[in-house]
């Protein structure tokens, strides 16, 4: 597409000016800060995840080595270092807060959003980017990961940014402009990869190429700068893992054989699921939106194949969504989360498919969309609620009732209103009030869900416990964990703590360093009771085995839902 054909189609697709840009950009911003930003502290850190990226940034700020990161004072090399260093950045200027380790994931979901809009008014229409915004930011787990410490929200945003400014980019004429938005990708890329590792850099180049080769456009190689752009790259991701590696000798194996082609190939990270896992997961994860992603693609192929070049950027749209799916499926290791960068390219094409809705001239528009929505609300709300009748033996399907409460009907009314009313209203007036109140009720909705999340918060935490120890422990007292590791714990403490029966993801780490004064056996907590004051927490399954093991008196200080303290100070705590 040339120049003027660019402008005259942001001519004829509502007056989108500079001013409106900026204006629309001005108020999504306001209005995704309160979305985001209102439940950042409404709970504790959660384990392991949250406390474990919250613990790993502490330890640089406290250390001042922001090259090795560490994890209860063990290597840790999982992840590159650019989110533990955001999250170091947080901490200096805000200090340890709950709200203050969410900052950062909150802006980045923001940010993703924001930038679904202007690509999705560049691409398709004003109307299409402020949908697709609404739409990512209103689907549950893109919600609800905008609000948890992992670098999932962060690198999710950087491959969105990263793709979009390609995309962009390849629209541009050559000159000025275009090579600024490539560049913009290259750094990006870059931004990923330091962030959660390769896919930073293989998710674009696997979408690029594929997309290259549907539409057949293989001239762009010549005009996508890629000597200075890869020389960009380089500058950017490289120096931390050249530091790193010179710093630590076992960093270049663990890191880029065990915890990339290790844990693609093979179940070595014990986190293998069956190939469909994802289906599920970005089914529930977009719900409503999912019902529409068929006729959201349908609509924007046409003829599909057959004229790629014409339809390039729907294309460009399809494969990033179903390459980063396909690719995920495939690892032999898969989590939840894996699955976000594939909902802001979804996002857009169902933002387009509602703007050609809202826009048409003709009421007509498919229904069984709104069909599958409604049976979807329909099983998602008997999930909720027949478990609580037929499972009743089950003590932790109590648990969870007893946690939740009557809110549980809260969410179940939620969801059957969503179900049905948009499809009402859609058959018996028109499809433009049945999407109005489609994105009204889906608001509402999460909303809700947000309810169940911040009671759960009494599960999935030991904040509670490390309280308690904080009012009563002494200067010389030690804190242990017993056969677990919390990772929330050492957060709230301000300090490492002792570790004893269990190695999990740090024994790597405990192989390369002694690490013996705080990664200890059974032996050597159980002497240890005998000449200092210890205050133990464990799971409550573990308790009996502690007291029958422990050589002096244990007294029970504290117990949540499912963790216990105990210390051997005597009663007169």
């Given at each position: 597409m040339s120049s003027t054909e660019h402008d005259a189609v942001l001519t004829n697709r509502g007056d989108l000016t500079r001013h409106h840009v900026w204006r629309d950009l001005l108020v999504l911003a306001m209005?995704?800060?309160?979305?985001?930003?209102?439940?950042?502290?409404?709970?504790?850190?959660?384990?392991?995840?949250?406390?474990?990226?919250?613990?790993?940034?502490?330890?640089?700020?406290?250390?001042?080595?922001?090259?090795?990161?560490?994890?209860?004072?063990?290597?840790?090399?999982?992840?590159?270092?650019?989110?533990?260093?955001?999250?170091?950045?947080?901490?200096?200027?805000?200090?340890?807060?709950?709200?203050?380790?969410?900052?950062?994931?909150?802006?980045?979901?923001?940010?993703?959003?924001?930038?679904?809009?202007y690509a999705g008014h560049l691409l398709f229409g004003r109307s299409t980017g402020l949908l697709a915004a609404v739409i990512l930011a209103t689907s549950v787990w893109y919600d609800l990961m905008a609000s948890a410490?992992?670098?999932?929200?962060?690198?999710?945003?950087?491959?969105?940014?990263?793709?979009?400014?390609?995309?962009?980019?390849?629209r541009a004429p050559p000159g000025l402009e275009r090579r600024l938005w490539l560049?913009?990708?290259?750094?990006?890329?870059?931004?990923?990869?330091?962030?959660?590792?390769?896919?930073?850099?293989?998710?674009?180049?696997?979408?690029?190429?594929?997309?290259?080769?549907?539409?057949?456009?293989w001239s762009l190689l010549r005009s996508l700068y890629l000597p200075t752009g890869v020389i960009l790259f380089l500058a950017i991701a490289a120096p931390w893992h050249v530091l790193v590696s010179l710093a630590n000798p076992e960093?270049?194996?663990?890191?880029?054989?065990?915890?990339?082609?290790?844990?693609?190939?093979?179940?070595?990270?014990h986190r293998s699921e069956p190939f469909w896992f994802f289906i599920p997961v970005l089914l529930v994860g977009m719900f409503p939106w999912s019902a529409f992603f068929i006729e959201a693609v349908r609509g924007g192929l046409k003829k599909r194949?057959?004229?790629?070049?014409?339809?390039?950027?729907?294309?460009?749209?399809?494969?990033?969504?179903?390459?980063?799916?396909?690719?995920?499926?495939?690892?032999?290791?898969?989590?939840?989360?894996?699955?976000?960068p594939a909902m802001p390219p979804l996002a857009i094409l169902c933002g387009r498919y509602f703007a050609d809705i809202l826009e048409r001239s003709s009421s007509r528009a498919a229904s069984y969309p709104y069909w599958l929505m409604l049976i979807s609300a329909l099983l998602f709300a008997a999930a909720l609620v027949l478990p609580k009748w037929l499972a009743s033996g089950n003590q932790k399907i109590m648990d969870f009732y007893a946690v939740i409460g009557p809110d549980v009907y809260l969410i179940v009314g939620g969801a059957l209103a969503l179900g049905i009313v948009p499809l009402v209203l859609g058959r018996l007036t028109n499809p433009h009030r049945g999407v109005v109140a489609m994105f009204i009720m889906t608001a509402l909705m999460v909303l809700s869900s947000d309810v169940i999340v911040d009671k759960v918060d009494v599960t999935r935490t030991v904040k509670p416990?490390?309280?308690?120890?904080?009012?009563?422990?002494?200067?010389?007292?030690?804190?242990?964990?017993?056969?677990?590791?919390?990772?929330?714990?050492?957060?709230?403490?301000?300090?490492?703590v002792t570790v004893a029966g269990w190695k999990g993801e740090l024994e790597f780490g405990t192989e390369q360093e002694d690490t013996s004064a705080w990664m200890i056996d059974e032996p050597e907590v159980m002497s240890r009771l005998r000449h200092k004051t210890l205050y133990i927490i464990t799971r409550d399954r573990n308790i009996d085995r502690l007291k029958a093991l422990s050589p002096v008196p244990l007294h029970e200080i504290m117990r949540t839902s499912r963790d216990v303290l105990v210390t051997n100070a005597g009663k007169t705590l």
């Open positions: 209005v995704l800060s309160v979305w985001f930003g209102y439940e950042l502290d409404s709970r504790s850190l959660w384990g392991p995840d949250e406390g474990r990226y919250s613990e790993i940034p502490r330890e640089m700020v406290t250390s001042g080595d922001y090259v090795t990161p560490r994890l209860n004072g063990v290597k840790y090399f999982e992840k590159p270092v650019l989110f533990y260093w955001m999250q170091a950045g947080a901490i200096k200027l805000f200090g340890m807060h709950e709200w203050s380790l969410r900052l950062w994931t909150a802006f980045l979901a923001g940010l993703g959003c924001l930038a679904v809009y410490v992992t670098p999932d929200m962060a690198v999710t945003a950087f491959l969105t940014l990263a793709l979009l400014a390609f995309l962009i980019g390849t560049y913009a990708f290259y750094v990006l890329a870059a931004a990923a990869t330091l962030t959660k590792g390769l896919i930073g850099i293989v998710i674009p180049g696997m979408v690029i190429f594929a997309w290259i080769a549907v539409t057949r456009k960093f270049p194996w663990f890191y880029f054989v065990h915890e990339h082609f290790a844990r693609f190939l093979t179940t070595v990270h194949y057959s004229e790629a070049q014409k339809y390039s950027d729907t294309w460009f749209l399809v494969l990033w969504a179903g390459l980063v799916f396909a690719f995920f499926s495939m690892s032999g290791s898969k989590l939840a989360t894996y699955i976000l416990l490390a309280m308690e120890i904080k009012r009563l422990a002494r200067p010389g007292d030690e804190v242990v964990t017993y056969l677990d590791y919390f990772q929330d714990l050492p957060d709230y403490l301000g300090h490492t």
